[in-house]
């Protein structure tokens, strides 16, 4: 079985500073992908980065980044120079691949609150 | 326009009644979902559809049950509305185009169930 752990429930940050939402996994297969999504108030579900376990490189997308340890089995998104419109929740999720693997397992998500 | 559309977008009923929460797509995608969140659990599989004539239960499917009406069409069902299925509810989609396919999310239901 897969789990995502997601250890901080609610963040503050400044305006312009960079931050990192931790993110970590557990499973046994060596073939997975990792997603963070963005809720903001509003409620919609907003795709932002995904992390290939074979991938030899850190995704990133714009501002944002994976830091992604496989061996810590960790995938904390960075998100640079934050802004306001970053306030919202953000959730982790992990897929192993392969057909039929179809379920996204999530993690219970961070509540990121910029301050200006 | 959204690529996925949810009907309604809230909802309010009362235990033991019959309810339909509606989802459309414009994606052109196979593979359609259903998940609830709840606070505090984050997102949990319903039921799942690779396409038209395939159905899969997920990880919550008790109480519910969902309808593949045509390839751009998925709708869930709950059949006895009961107060602990008070949840924000989303359908999504993906192409299955491979490994860093991601699911497209829908705006979400809000059912409050008293």
């Known amino acids: 079985a897969q789990k995502i752990t997601q250890t901080q429930p609610g963040m503050f940050v400044q305006e312009k500073e960079a931050v990192t939402l931790d993110c970590t996994y557990d499973?046994?297969?060596?073939?997975?992908?990792l997603f963070w999504y963005k809720q903001p108030s509003s409620g919609e579900m907003i795709f932002l980065i995904y992390q290939g376990s074979y991938d030899q490189q850190n995704a990133t997308e714009g501002r944002y980044s994976l830091n992604f340890q496989k061996a810590r089995k960790s995938a904390n998104l960075v998100i640079s120079a934050s802004q306001l419109g970053d306030s919202a929740m953000y959730f982790c999720a992990m897929r192993v691949l392969g057909f039929g693997n179809e379920k996204l397992t999530f993690g219970t998500g961070t509540r990121l609150t910029i301050i200006p | 326009d959204a690529d996925v559309t949810q009907t309604p977008r809230n909802r309010i009923t009362k235990t033991g009644k019959r309810i339909m929460l509606e989802c459309s797509q414009t994606k052109g995608h196979d593979r359609m979902y259903w998940y609830r969140q709840d606070p505090g659990l984050g997102l949990r599989l319903i039921y799942y559809s690779f396409d038209v004539k395939d159905i899969n239960k997920g990880e919550i499917s008790d109480g519910y049950s969902v309808s593949r009406q045509a390839q751009a069409k998925f709708s869930l069902s709950l059949e006895s509305a009961i107060p602990n299925q008070t949840a924000l509810y989303f359908c999504a989609t993906s192409g299955g185009g491979g490994p860093q396919e991601t699911q497209y999310f829908g705006p979400g239901t809000r059912l409050l169930v008293l």
């Open positions: 499973t046994s297969d060596p073939s997975y992908g």
